[in-house]
């Protein structure tokens, strides 16, 4: 790790070109940090802060993309370009490769990021956000957070308001779906996860108005947020609808086909499991993705096996 006088070297020369900026306080979940107004070279560790970003048109200098460019998808690409600089995994990023690209703003996540964000806060001024396990209501209050931050509150204000209308409109589509329980899955192959009442996918479909046979947890971790389960516990849950992310082809749900306890769960034996972009569904957050996941639904709600 560099040291505090590296990290305070490389600051202080990013002042000395940029000149002086005028600072706001940023109210986050990690504290209170004094933002340069309207930052210009922003890093993003997570990838519902690049949707932010793009949602707004601004493009960063450095994401957190698991050492894969194409886990930023075109959605993306298409309005912030493919000119940033991979500073490594959600989870590990590195500070060297941060450091080298002279941010003036770091946005990060409040779980994954926790323990390093006081080196981050060396490199530049940082803010954190729950993406990790955060609704969908804690993610659009992030976005215009960040959008604050960074000088364009007003424009994702007006972006919000579009994307309520742009929601509401795909919750009129879908209709009233209050008697449906449903499930998001994702199966990697070895092992399945449901996304509980309080994880975004949860919480997302919650908003159309779709049950979860899921109890509610008291807290709020990523173990209760994102549960691993068995076939077991998922007959016993009995979705009416399962939506399956699928890391793996063929999935584990796919080796259980056949099994009696599998045939059984009620999405199954009416053909209500559909399959839609893990990549999409699972890690991608915010005003962009949900807009994404809505139409989803509204083509899976067209199908549905009443």
Same mark, same amino acid.
């Given at each position: 790790?560099?040291?505090?006088? *590296?990290?305070?070297?490389?600051?202080?020369?990013?002042?000395?070109?940029?000149?002086?900026?005028?600072?706001?306080?940023?109210?986050?979940? #990690?504290?209170?940090?004094?933002?340069?107004?309207?930052?210009?070279?922003?890093?993003?560790?997570?990838? /519902?802060?690049?949707?932010? %970003?793009?949602?707004?048109?601004?493009?960063?200098?450095?994401?957190?993309?698991?050492? =894969?460019?194409?886990?930023?998808?075109?959605?993306?690409?298409?309005?912030?370009? @493919?000119?940033? &600089?991979?500073?490594?995994?959600? =989870?590990?990023?590195? #500070?060297?490769?941060?450091?080298?690209?002279?941010?003036?703003?770091?946005?990060? @996540?409040?779980?994954?990021?926790?323990?390093? !964000?006081?080196?981050?806060?060396? +490199?530049?001024? &940082?803010?954190?956000?729950?993406?990790?396990?955060?609704? !969908?209501?804690?993610?659009?209050?992030?976005?215009?957070?960040?959008?604050?931050?960074?000088? =364009?509150?007003?424009?994702?204000?007006?972006?919000?308001?579009?994307?309520?209308?742009?929601?509401?409109?795909?919750?009129?589509?879908?209709?009233?779906?209050?008697?449906?329980?449903?499930?998001?899955?994702?199966?990697?192959?070895?092992?399945?996860?449901?996304?509980?009442?309080? /994880? !975004?996918?949860?919480?997302?479909?919650?908003? *159309?108005?779709?049950?979860?046979?899921?109890?509610?947890?008291?807290?709020? &971790?990523?173990?209760?947020?994102?549960?691993? &389960?068995?076939?077991?516990? %998922?007959?016993?849950?009995n979705p009416q609808i399962i939506i399956r992310g699928k890391y793996a082809d063929p999935g584990l749900t796919e080796?259980?086909?056949?099994?009696?306890?599998?045939?059984?769960?009620?999405?199954?034996?009416?053909?209500?499991? *559909?399959?839609?972009?893990?990549?999409?569904?699972?890690?991608?957050?915010?005003?962009?993705?949900?807009?994404?996941?809505?139409?989803? #639904?509204? @083509? +899976?709600?067209?199908?549905? =096996?009443?």
């Amino acid at each position: 790790m560099f040291s505090k006088l *590296f990290f305070g070297a490389i600051a202080g020369a990013i002042m000395l070109a940029a000149g002086p900026a005028q600072a706001i306080d940023i109210t986050h979940d #990690l504290g209170t940090t004094a933002v340069p107004d309207a930052p210009q070279r922003i890093v993003v560790l997570e990838y /519902s802060f690049v949707d932010t %970003l793009a949602a707004l048109g601004v493009s960063p200098v450095g994401i957190a993309d698991d050492d =894969k460019r194409d886990s930023i998808i075109a959605a993306y690409t298409a309005i912030i370009g @493919d000119d940033w &600089t991979s500073v490594g995994t959600r =989870k590990s990023p590195s #500070l060297e490769v941060i450091a080298s690209l002279q941010p003036d703003l770091i946005i990060a @996540d409040t779980g994954r990021h926790a323990a390093i !964000y006081d080196a981050l806060s060396e +490199i530049a001024p &940082t803010i954190a956000f729950d993406s990790l396990t955060g609704t !969908y209501q804690v993610a659009m209050e992030a976005a215009q957070t960040i959008a604050n931050a960074i000088g =364009k509150g007003p424009e994702m204000t007006a972006r919000l308001a579009e994307h309520s209308a742009t929601m509401q409109a795909f919750k009129a589509e879908i209709g009233d779906v209050s008697d449906w329980s449903a499930q998001f899955i994702i199966d990697n192959g070895e092992g399945i996860f449901l996304h509980s009442p309080v /994880s !975004y996918n949860g919480s997302l479909l919650a908003w *159309f108005g779709f049950k979860n046979n899921m109890p509610t947890p008291d807290g709020h &971790t990523y173990e209760e947020a994102i549960v691993a &389960t068995s076939l077991e516990q %998922l007959s016993e849950i009995n979705p009416q609808i399962i939506i399956r992310g699928k890391y793996a082809d063929p999935g584990l749900t796919e080796s259980w086909v056949g099994q009696p306890v599998y045939d059984a769960i009620a999405a199954v034996k009416s053909g209500n499991v *559909f399959d839609v972009t893990a990549h999409n569904w699972s890690r991608l957050r915010g005003v962009l993705a949900s807009e994404a996941s809505a139409a989803d #639904l509204v @083509d +899976i709600v067209k199908q549905l =096996k009443r």
